[in-house]
Structure formats: structure tokens, C-alpha cells
């Protein structure tokens, strides 16, 4: 699924790829932070394209209700009664593009979907789907109109990147060419929901993380705890994410084990974005802290 994407689709995307891939995988929600323009919905289209799933889009704004996204119950005149008419949360793959655009009443209905795997609408709960995954984007938070997630909620996302611009060659050549966006719809299948679950399973149960890697994460996640920069260091919730993605990542690699290299190869997407710097600190390149922490670890041997 990979390689179809990155090589006819989306070249120069791979990371990003590499990471939602590892987020669905996981049971996770990612988050893209970036410049508009970039491709970051163009990414989630494609991953829904490519996994058969069903997919929701939603474009916030600031007069965005919660019931827009969760779905509301209309009276029914004729039989006197209500009927509830599900919103777009109601499919495997939702795009919440520009999600720091709601308002924060917004957000919190929406993250709160994605912690429950359910929502409560006049008092009558309704599961969402299985597999379930959030897929939201955001513009920098210096930008007009927004309204930047408190570290509470960004909590809620396995992993959070950024996606880049592509390298100058390739960016040429979709200068020339166009855009990609109109051949998303082409994109054949290649798995089902059922094949979703089932990897998913295999993830959680069938790849094996070894003492020594859950003492490897449990290092780092101290580290942070003492780091002189940071004011609130990794919970033991992100140490139980590292761990999963972690999984994933080894899964996609084709092995029943985690590798160092696995932990390494997600730790900054996991980890960066549950940091929280001391105020002097404050406009630090997290991700840059999490690099610097782990080259002061020694890596286990297998």
C-alpha cells in the first residue's frame, strides 16, 4: 500500500505516510502541523483511498457546532418521533481539516469522540465505527483565527508531524504537471476494514517488545522528567504510546519484534508534541530535545 502511494501519488511524502500508516495500524489519531498548501489533506485522502475505508471530511471554522460533527436528532412530524441523523464522525477515517480553527467547545466534542470511540448525543450514546481513526490538520498556531490546542488535548493524538515542502526537483515537476488531487478518486483498494482489524490485532498482541526496550522508553520518558528545558515531562500514557507505535512500526517492517530502531524512528512524532517547555524555553524545537535525549541513551543490544 505503501509503495503504491509514495511511488504514483505522492512522491516526497513518505514519512508522512510512513507515520499515518503506523497511527492506523496502532489504533491511534495523527495530527499534521504545517503550512496550508502542503498536501496535508491530500495525504488523508489517499490513505482512505488506498484502505477501502469510509471517510468523513470536515472543514472547521469558527461557527462550527458540535453537532455538525457528532450529528443531531429531527423530529419526525408524520410518526411523532425523533430520528438521528449521524454526522461525519460516523465513518473510519475522519478529516478534521484545520481543526484549530472550532472553537474550543468544538474541539473538546470532537476529542472527546476520539478518546470514547463513541458519542452522546440528547442523552442516547452511538458507537463509532471499528477501525476508527481521526486524521486532523492545523495550520502554525501564530496564524489569524485560531485557536491553538491546550496540551490536555493534543495528548490525544498518537503522533503529530509536519509534512514539509517537497525537494525542488519534485516540487518542478508538480509545478508543471499539476496537482494530484483529482486522481485520488483512482486509487484502487487494497485492503478492508477487516484486514485493518486484523493488522491491528496482530500489532497489540503478535509483535513482541522486549524488557530491555521497555527500559529503553522508560529511560527517555525520565529523562524528560529532568530535562532542564522542559516543565512537564512525558506521562506514563505517552510511554504506552511510544510503545504502540512503536509495534506498528515493526509490523510495517515486516518483523514480530521491536528493534531499537523502531522506537527511534517514532520517538519525535510520539513524544514532541506532549512536551511542555519552561516559558524561557518556550519557542525550543521540541522535537530537537527529544533527538538530543535519546543520543544521550545508550541504545539496548537485541
Do not use: W
Request: aromatic content about 6%; overall charge negative.
Amino acid at each position: 500500500m505503501l509503495d503504491t502511494l509514495c511511488g504514483d501519488y505522492l512522491q516526497g511524502k513518505e514519512e508522512v505516510l510512513r507515520l499515518s500508516a503506523i497511527a492506523l495500524l496502532s489504533g491511534g489519531h495523527i495530527l499534521i502541523e504545517d503550512l496550508p498548501g502542503l498536501g496535508k489533506t491530500t495525504v488523508a485522502l489517499a490513505l482512505a483511498g488506498s484502505t477501502g475505508l469510509s471517510f468523513g471530511r470536515v472543514q472547521c471554522t469558527s461557527d462550527l457546532l458540535p453537532s455538525d460533527i457528532t450529528g443531531l436528532s429531527v423530529f419526525n412530524r408524520e410518526q411523532g418521533t425523533f430520528t438521528f441523523l449521524p454526522g461525519p464522525i460516523f465513518n473510519n477515517i475522519v478529516l478534521l481539516d484545520e481543526i484549530n480553527r472550532a472553537m474550543p467547545r468544538t474541539q473538546s466534542a470532537m476529542l472527546e469522540a476520539m478518546e470514547e470511540r463513541r458519542v452522546t448525543v440528547e442523552g442516547v450514546t452511538h458507537p463509532l465505527p471499528d477501525p476508527f481513526m481521526v486524521f486532523a490538520t492545523q495550520n502554525p498556531s501564530d496564524q489569524s483565527g485560531t485557536f491553538p490546542l491546550p496540551e490536555s488535548q493534543l495528548d490525544r493524538f498518537l503522533i503529530c508531524t509536519g509534512i514539509g515542502y517537497p525537494p525542488e526537483k519534485l516540487e518542478r515537476e508538480i509545478i508543471s504537471g499539476g496537482g494530484i488531487r483529482e486522481r485520488i478518486g483512482e486509487i484502487v483498494p487494497v485492503a478492508t476494514a477487516a484486514d485493518i482489524l486484523a493488522a491491528r490485532h496482530a500489532v497489540a498482541h503478535e509483535v513482541y517488545l522486549s524488557e530491555k526496550l521497555v527500559s529503553y522508553i522508560h529511560a527517555l520518558v525520565l529523562a524528560t522528567r529532568s530535562h532542564r528545558m522542559i516543565q512537564t515531562g512525558l506521562s506514563t500514557r505517552a510511554a504506552i504510546s511510544l510503545a504502540r507505535a512503536a509495534r506498528g512500526a515493526a509490523f510495517l517492517e515486516g518483523r514480530d519484534f521491536v528493534a531499537p530502531e523502531d522506537v527511534k524512528g517514532v520517538a519525535v512524532a510520539v513524544c514532541a508534541h506532549r512536551l511542555v517547555m519552561r516559558p524561557e524555553h518556550f519557542g525550543s524545537d521540541r522535537g530537537e530535545v527529544v533527538r538530543e535525549l535519546l543520543d544521550d541513551i545508550a541504545l539496548p543490544l537485541h
